[in-house]
């Protein structure tokens, strides 16, 4: 069958590339059931450390495909109205979920535009860099829908309520400086740089003590819902944890001998 996402393995990075070009790469069911089953594997693949998530083509995503008829609403006089939201307990959902539950790092280079689902698929990755000729919209205000696949959640944690409410409701494109400048996301570099700097990025955190960086991610996403004592304790109790795994010791032991740690917790 199409390889709607394109598999790669340099090193401990899994390369995923979201790859219908002609289509700016806008999510189809069967496209997103491929994306849930590279994660799947490349969760399941001892040797992957970081995940790296890019688009083919001159866009990342330009968010659901609007042509899908599963999904599009009929022109037809009469027809019955399509619940899209079953799309998305189907199909976005379990790949939001996934994305911010791996063991190791996810990281997206985002190499064009990215709209709608696509932008927040993005944002819900642990580091985001960006082209200098990437863009982020929300634009589902434009067509009647409101911000999904993680966006009410993610956009005000992000950049504030300010911005959050600026972007979702006039859906208008933001310049990746912009997005940088805003804190939406962790950089933006030259476009003919963007492939070589993601890909060293995904190769230092896949270096790095994976275990402890995927459970970074849970603390810090957990911290959100608790009260500051609470953090406090949840820390500790994660911490606890780390503390008895091999890759603290080896991170130690490195430390104290100068030399390279070989971490191999995940
Ligand atoms: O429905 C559900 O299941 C609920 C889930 C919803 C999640 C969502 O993501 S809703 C939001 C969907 N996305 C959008 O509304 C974005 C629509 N696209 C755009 O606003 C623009 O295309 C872009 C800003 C992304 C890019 O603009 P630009 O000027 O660089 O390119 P273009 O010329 O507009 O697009 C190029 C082609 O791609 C064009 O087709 P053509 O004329 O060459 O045959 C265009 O129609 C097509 N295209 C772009 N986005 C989509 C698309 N085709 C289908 N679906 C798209 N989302």
């Not at 037809?76 to 994305?99: S, T, W």
Request: net charge neutral; glycine share 8%.
């Amino acid at each position: 069958s199409e390889q709607l996402i394109q598999i790669e393995q340099q090193g401990g990075v899994r390369l995923l590339r979201l790859n219908r070009p002609e289509a700016l790469n806008a999510f189809t069911a069967a496209m997103l059931g491929q994306l849930r089953q590279a994660l799947e594997a490349a969760a399941m693949d001892g040797a992957t450390r970081c995940v790296l998530i890019t688009g083919a083509g001159r866009a990342f995503s330009a968010g659901q495909d609007l042509a899908d008829p599963h999904v599009a609403p009929s022109r037809e006089a009469g027809a019955a109205p399509k619940d899209i939201g079953h799309m998305l307990d189907h199909y976005y959902i379990p790949v939001a979920l996934r994305l911010r539950s791996m063991p190791v790092p996810v990281v997206a280079a985002v190499n064009g535009v990215a709209a709608g689902a696509g932008a927040n698929m993005a944002f819900g990755c642990d580091l985001v860099l960006a082209g200098e000729s990437a863009s982020f919209l929300q634009a589902f205000s434009k067509i009647g829908l409101i911000p999904d696949c993680g966006g009410t959640w993610l956009l005000p944690r992000l950049v504030g309520r300010a911005k959050a409410l600026e972007m979702a409701l006039l859906g208008d494109k933001l310049k990746a400086v912009d997005a940088e400048r805003i804190g939406l996301i962790s950089r933006v570099v030259p476009d003919a740089e963007l492939q070589d700097q993601a890909m060293a990025i995904a190769q230092k955190l896949a270096g790095m003590p994976t275990r402890a960086l995927a459970e970074t991610r849970r603390a810090l996403d957990e911290a959100l819902k608790l009260d500051f004592e609470s953090a406090l304790k949840r820390e500790a109790a994660l911490q606890s944890q780390a503390g008895f795994a091999y890759d603290y010791q080896e991170g130690v032991a490195a430390f104290m001998d100068k030399r390279k740690p070989e971490f191999r917790d995940r």
